[in-house]
Structure formats: structure tokens, C-alpha cells
T-cell receptor, first 116, second 117 residues
Framework: AQSVTQLDSQVPVFEEAPVELRCNYS??????LFWYVQYPNQGLQLLLK??????LVKGINGFEAEFNKSQTSFHLRKPSVHISDTAEYFC??????????????FGTGTRLTIIP | DAGVIQSPRHEVTEMGQEVTLRCKPI?????LFWYRQTMMRGLELLIY????????DSGMPEDRFSAKMPNASFSTLKIQPSEPRDSAVYFC???????????????FGPGTRLTVT
């Protein structure tokens, strides 16, 4: 079985400051990793994904994440946040290819609040 | 494409009533997922379909919950009878078969906020 841990349930950050949202996973097989964002009263939308190749992945809205296999982590970062980044962020893991990879397991989410 | 469509967006009902939530996946997607989101339990996968066939319903909380997918463009999630603890936001998501040029991304609908009083 696979699982995802998002250590921080809430992260307050001042506008234009950098931010890192932490995600750790556990899996006995190779994985695909995702970050989704949920704005208030909306569904989840994909920020970025790691499937293979370069461990540094760039996504939309200036976000990036780094896959670290040895530390089983996939932390999300942004060098300078904006008020519009206020949202809930979910890390998700899916099994790699050849392992029945249609399901995703989601973390409990991190609520990012940007302080003006 | 219009994206995943869910209806209604909000539903308020009394305990004991039947509730039906509806979902139209993105055209051409062959996987459909139903999730439930609450403050206490986060985002939970209830059931998912592949080519209209239920693959895994292990997340369905109990027999009061049922889901169907009569065709590739429509799915329902039914709760009968409803209880206050069923109050949550229910999301539908769709995706394509991995390996056919897809990105493994699940596309989410806007959700249905269910309140059972």
C-alpha cells in the first residue's frame, strides 16, 4: 500500500516571501507524484507532476517541486508568493507503470495563507 | 471542452431522504472517480469505474451508498437513506487510460456540497 504525509496542515506566509510545503510518501513500488491546488469552493486542479526523468519539476503559477527518492519526499516550493496563492494544496501519489496506476492516494492537505 | 460537470452544486436535504448526485466526465475519458471531502477525513476515494464498469468500491462507506455508470458520459452517486454524517463535498473526477498519451492527471469537477439536516 502507498501513503502520503503532509506534515503541515496550515502554513502562513507573508506576501513575496518564499514558501515550501512538505510532502513525504511511502510505497513499495515506483511511484508517480502530483501536487494539486484547491481554491475556495472549487475542485482540485493539477499544479505539477513527476512521472520520470528530471527530479526538479516545474508547474503552473511559478511553483516547482523536487523528487527525492532517498528521502521519499516531493516538497513544493515557490520563491515569492502572491495573495492569489491562498488555497489548499494536496500532494498525491500513484503507482508507477505496470502496477495498476489508475488510482491516486491524496494527503490531508496544507492550507496556505498569504499575509499582506 | 467543458470539463467535468457535476450537479447539483449544492444540495440540502433532511435525514432519511434519498440523494442523487450526478456527474458528466470529460468526453473520451475512460476512468471516472467519486471522492468525498470532509474536514475530519480529508479527501477519500469512494469508488471508481473503467469503461463504465466498477473496478474498486472498497471506499464506499456502507450499503446506503451506491454508484452507477450507465454509459460513458454519465454517472450517479446515490445515498439512501441519507444521514447527517454524510454531509460533505462530493467530487467527481475523470482521466484517460495511462499510456495512451495521457498524463495520468485526474480532472476534477467543481463538487457537490451536500448538507443533511
Amino acid at each position: 500500500a502507498q501513503s502520503v504525509t503532509q506534515l503541515d496542515s496550515q502554513v502562513p506566509v507573508f506576501e513575496e516571501a518564499p514558501v515550501e510545503l512538505r510532502c513525504n510518501y511511502s510505497s513499495s513500488v515506483s511511484v508517480y507524484l502530483f501536487w494539486y491546488v484547491q481554491y475556495p469552493n472549487q475542485g482540485l486542479q493539477l499544479l505539477l507532476k513527476y512521472l520520470s526523468g528530471s527530479t526538479l519539476v516545474k508547474g503552473i503559477n511559478g511553483f516547482e517541486a523536487e523528487f527525492n527518492k532517498s528521502q521519499t519526499s516531493f516538497h513544493l516550493r515557490k520563491p515569492s508568493v502572491h495573495i492569489s496563492d491562498t488555497a489548499e494544496y494536496f500532494c498525491a501519489v500513484g503507482k508507477g507503470s505496470n502496477f495498476g496506476n489508475e488510482k491516486l492516494t491524496f494527503g490531508t492537505g496544507t492550507r496556505l495563507t498569504i499575509i499582506p | 471542452d467543458a470539463g467535468v460537470i457535476q450537479s447539483p452544486r449544492h444540495e440540502v436535504t433532511e435525514m432519511g431522504q434519498e440523494v442523487t448526485l450526478r456527474c458528466k466526465p470529460i468526453s473520451g475519458h475512460d476512468y471516472l472517480f467519486w471522492y468525498r471531502q470532509t474536514m475530519m477525513r480529508g479527501l477519500e476515494l469512494l469508488i471508481y469505474f473503467n469503461n463504465n464498469v466498477p473496478i474498486d468500491d472498497s471506499g464506499m462507506p456502507e450499503d446506503r451508498f451506491s454508484a452507477k455508470m450507465p454509459n460513458a458520459s454519465f454517472s450517479t452517486l446515490k445515498i439512501q437513506p441519507s444521514e447527517p454524517r454524510d454531509s460533505a463535498v462530493y467530487f467527481c473526477a475523470s482521466s484517460t487510460t495511462p499510456g495512451q498519451g495521457s498524463s495520468y492527471e485526474q480532472y476534477f469537477g467543481p463538487g457537490t456540497r451536500l448538507t443533511v439536516t
